[in-house]
């Protein structure tokens, strides 16, 4: 039985089997909304996937206000979830390597629940702050899980992240999506998460190489290793950085492979101006299919040669009324340096945070090879 329809542009997705718990996110998967407390307190809390816990800006005229909750209980040290440090017998949460605010568990909704049940999570209270955070990390303090914790339903969850549309968040057992009538578990890829003794809670993926479909970079591995006395290194997701970044000798690289295209296909490169961009394209002389600008694929190639490939639109961004498109990537600077992946590369694609089994999933060349989007009506 689905238990769960949303409309993605002409075709629906039912997720169905077990319980599938799903909350709206903005345009751009930046924010995430849901309500806290009895009566309920609306939040909108800024999407982090390496935070370790989950806190709302708390107090007289906050968005949060403690005394108006019938429900608000402050977390006592003597809990069984109460992992932090004590201050007057109230268990205290970090939110910053400097700053701990006092805990407290709340009833959540403002999402959709099999049977509109409520569930509970465990938040800091942070006085003077404007914005909260949802935590999406390892962690067990993260919302996702403390939400599969609340509800009974499998470790795992789900981000299709839209960038002008409201994007979702799904918690649960989402292990049948149909999308257009195609079964979408038929189309994922799942690569094993790694670990960084550093950063525990952070996610981590197991990037061996990088590649274009016109050249071959030949790239040295060790620039994708990660430093385990420092954490350094590695290739995660991130949140809040909007482009994909990679140590300067990648970029450089990659930068490479795309200036030879345009040079083979008559495509002039002309300034960036401005732009956070150090190679732009003039528009007149690209060719453009179903999934965009024609350019080389960026190849992502994981442990066992799985590729994640970005093409088209999730490699080419357009400025200036489409008149230029420029190379969606960025440099983290000289190595040694941390690789990540960018929220521009993340959009239109279902990305599986499994932690059941400890590996992350993903769509190679996104949604866009359905003709599809993360676009919900």
């Known amino acids: ?95 910053s390597p400097k700053t701990s605010v006092p805990a407290f568990q709340e009833t959540l909704t403002g999402f959709t629940a099999p049977g509109g049940a409520k569930g509970t999570a465990i938040f800091g209270c942070a006085a003077g702050k404007s914005v909260g955070v949802a935590a999406l990390s390892k962690n067990s303090f993260a919302l996702p899980l403390q939400i599969a914790s609340s509800f009974s339903v499998p470790r795992k969850f789900a981000l299709c992240l839209s960038p002008d549309s409201p994007s979702s ?17 038929s189309l994922v890829s799942f690569v094993p998460f790694v670990s960084n003794p550093v950063f525990p809670s ?14 071959d970079l030949k790239l040295d591995p060790s620039l994708f290793s990660i430093n385990p006395k420092t954490g350094i ?13 990679f140590p300067t000798p990648v970029y450089a690289a990659i930068a490479q492979s ?16 401005n732009l956070p961009f150090d190679l732009c394209f003039n528009a007149s002389g690209m060719n453009f299919n179903r999934l965009g600008p024609v ?8 442990r066992n040669n799985i590729p994640w490939n970005l093409v088209g639109s999730r490699v080419i ?8 498109g420029c190379l969606a990537i960025q440099s ?10 960018g929220l521009f590369h993340q959009f239109d694609n279902l990305l599986y945070f499994d932690l059941a089994q400890t590996r992350f999933g993903f769509v190679d060349r996104s949604l866009h090879i359905l003709r599809q989007s993360c676009k919900f009506s």
């Open 1 to 95: 039985m689905a238990l769960v329809h949303l409309f993605l542009l002409l075709s629906l997705i039912s997720v169905s089997s077990g319980a599938t718990i799903v909350a709206r996110l903005n345009p751009g998967g930046t924010r995430l909304s849901l309500s806290v407390g009895t009566p309920p307190q609306k939040q909108l809390l800024a999407v982090d996937l390496n935070a370790e816990t989950s806190w709302l800006p708390c107090g007289k005229n906050s968005s949060f206000e403690p005394g108006k909750s019938s429900t608000f209980s402050p977390l006592p040290c003597s809990s069984n979830a109460c992992s932090g440090h004590c201050s007057k017998n109230k268990c205290l949460l970090p939110i």
């Open 169 to 185: 968040l799904f918690v649960g057992d989402d292990s049948s999506i149909i999308i257009g009538g195609i079964n979408i578990s």
């Open 202 to 215: 952070r996610y981590y993926l197991d990037l061996r190489t990088i590649q274009t479909d016109f050249s």
């Open 233 to 245: 290194g590695g290739l995660t997701l991130s949140s809040t950085n909007r482009y994909t970044k």
């Open 258 to 273: 795309f200036k030879k295209y345009a040079t083979a296909f008559n495509i002039s490169i002309v300034p960036a101006r």
């Open 295 to 302: 350019f080389p694929a960026i190849q992502l190639i994981f």
């Open 317 to 324: 961004e357009f400025f200036r009324g489409n008149a230029i």
């Open 332 to 341: 983290a600077g000289d190595p040694p340096a941390t690789s990540s992946i």
